[in-house]
């Protein structure tokens, strides 16, 4: 067994190639399935900005 990626040779190289592309397919697969609807534009919740709001003093004591 290589404890060095160093020292590793050809087929320890390519199995963590095979590895390294198995697990992004993986992940790809996952982020593909995980979308909640099939059309990615439709949206469920409107939220509206209600009215603006000036903060004019925090309450706080300013110290200097």
């Known amino acids: 067994m290589n404890h060095s990626i160093y020292s590793a040779d050809r087929t320890t ?3 963590i190639v095979v590895v390294a592309l198995v697990a992004g397919i993986l ?6 399935s995980a ?6 534009f439709t949206q469920t919740h409107v939220t509206k900005a209600g009215k603006p709001v000036v903060v004019t003093s925090s309450g706080n ?3 200097r």
């Open 35 to 40: 979308r909640t609807s099939s059309d990615g």
């Open 13 to 15: 190289h390519l199995k």
């Open 27 to 32: 992940v790809g697969a996952f982020g593909i």
């Open 61 to 63: 004591p300013v110290v």
